[in-house]
């Protein structure tokens, strides 16, 4: 069964009834290496390049009876631009020795 959420598709989903946690996998479940707490208390798992693998949603029941629907904010990433990237863009020729 998969399960779609924004562009992500979940391939693998269970569900613990006794504590309304929801587990969704992309691809087999396996232990991440990094995860972080969304603004809704669910969590998200990244895999060793930040992609996300897994997301854990806590009172799932609960909430879509709520409020119909499941909402899991995803950070956006961080951009960043190294100075000697736009050295020539800000017309700063010096700014590439920094590089």
Known sequence: MAVRMG????????YDAA???LYLHIG??????????TAEGH???YDEHGRVIGVTVVNARWVLER????????PQPQLRIEAGDLAKALELAGLTELR
């Open 43 to 45: 969590v998200l798992r």
């Open 28 to 37: 087999k479940p396996r232990p991440a290496e990094d995860a972080e707490e």
């Open 19 to 21: 504590s309304d946690v």
């Open 7 to 14: 562009n992500l598709s979940f391939d693998h989903a269970s």
């Open 67 to 74: 409020e119909g629907a499941i909402t899991v904010t995803v």
